[in-house]
């Protein structure tokens, strides 16, 4: 009798865990469902595409155990990057496709660590762009350095092109 005791104690603890992982996880999709990007796809054709990047996750910029939930970038795997003129594109096989418009890419980075992910010195690339007051980080995976460097190379372009600061109606001045 002790032994089913334990065994139910044990199993109730983990139906508690569960609950309170789904709990928390359905609380940070709602936090994080107010993340936009744009809707409209972007004119002109690619100007640097990505056929099969490994995507990580979203995160705070400077939080990178920080999940961001947001729709289209909740869930880590492989799919298709494109960047434009002016933004970039993220299609991951069953979820909603991420556009950046350019006026919201601040731009790229490097990392070794994200939230479930751990890599060399450098081997997850990043786009640090803004949503609405929250600056945010996107990581993906290269298969090889010659990729990350294009990536880099085009988010930074876009960047210079389209500086955030053009994007925001109240501007401080300091005597």
């Not at 983990?14 to 999709?29: H, V």
């Not at 490994?54 to 705070?60: I, K, R």
């Not at 970039?88 to 418009?101: K, N």
Request: glycine fraction near 8%.
């Amino acid at each position: 009798m002790t032994q089913l005791l334990w065994g139910l104690v044990a199993l109730a603890f983990a139906a508690l865990l569960f609950l309170l992982m789904w709990t928390a996880w359905r609380r940070r999709t709602r936090r994080d469902a107010q993340v936009e990007t744009s809707a409209a796809p972007f004119a002109g054709p690619p100007t640097t595409s990505f056929p099969r990047v490994f995507y990580v996750a979203t995160t705070p910029a400077g939080a990178p155990l920080e999940r961001v939930a947001a729709p289209g970038l909740a869930f880590r795997g492989y799919g298709e990057l494109d960047l434009f003129a002016d933004g970039l594109e993220f299609r991951l096989p069953g979820e909603h496709p991420v556009r950046i418009p350019g006026a919201q890419i601040l731009g790229s980075g490097t990392a070794q660590t994200r939230i479930d992910k751990v890599v060399e010195a450098d081997g997850l690339a990043l786009v640090r762009w803004q949503a609405d007051d929250r600056e945010l980080e996107s990581s993906f995976r290269f298969p090889d350095p010659a990729g990350q460097r294009a990536f880099a190379d085009a988010v930074e372009a876009i960047a210079r092109a389209t500086p955030y600061s053009s994007l925001s109606d109240d501007t401080t001045q300091e005597a």
